[in-house]
């Protein structure tokens, strides 16, 4: 991100909200220091509503998010650089079958901290891809 991370997270606008939460559209964005790959995005007007996040491509480097010409401008996207990709984590009791949501990406323009949520067709991108893939 362009801004550096703060006690308080680093503000994001999503206009469109996240799905299921679509009335939600200021979060936080957390980068705890000890928490690596992942993040917490948390709304602003509901601090109680919160999501465990993570950049998916240390896990999938060919990951990528196809954007319509309509996203992309509503993002305000100049370059792909300017592009964030995270992805919503579920973390069940067992914490070694963390899965992220590959399907439901959240895009954010990291110079206007804009993002939007994307779907995408679950045939090809999982809903539940392994955060640590079973020995």
């Known amino acids: 991100m362009t801004q550096p991370a703060t006690d308080d997270g680093i503000l994001l606008t999503l206009p469109k909200g996240l799905l299921g939460f679509p009335h939600l559209t200021s979060y936080r964005l957390f980068e705890p220091s000890d928490g690596y790959p992942l993040k917490f995005l948390q709304a602003v007007d509901q601090p109680e509503v919160s999501f465990v996040c993570m950049d998916p491509v ?8 196809p954007l319509g010409d309509s996203e992309a401008e ?4 100049q370059t792909l650089s300017e592009a964030l990709i995270l992805t919503l984590v579920v973390i069940p009791e067992d914490p070694r079958r ?25 045939d090809r991108y999982p809903l539940k891809f392994p955060v640590f893939p079973q020995a």
Do not use: C, E, F, H
């Open 58 to 65: 240390g896990l999938k480097p060919d990951y990528a998010v």
């Open 74 to 77: 509503m993002l305000g996207l």
């Open 98 to 122: 963390m899965t992220t949501n590959l399907a439901g990406p959240l895009v954010v323009n990291t110079r206007t901290r804009i993002g939007l949520q994307v779907a995408l067709p679950s």
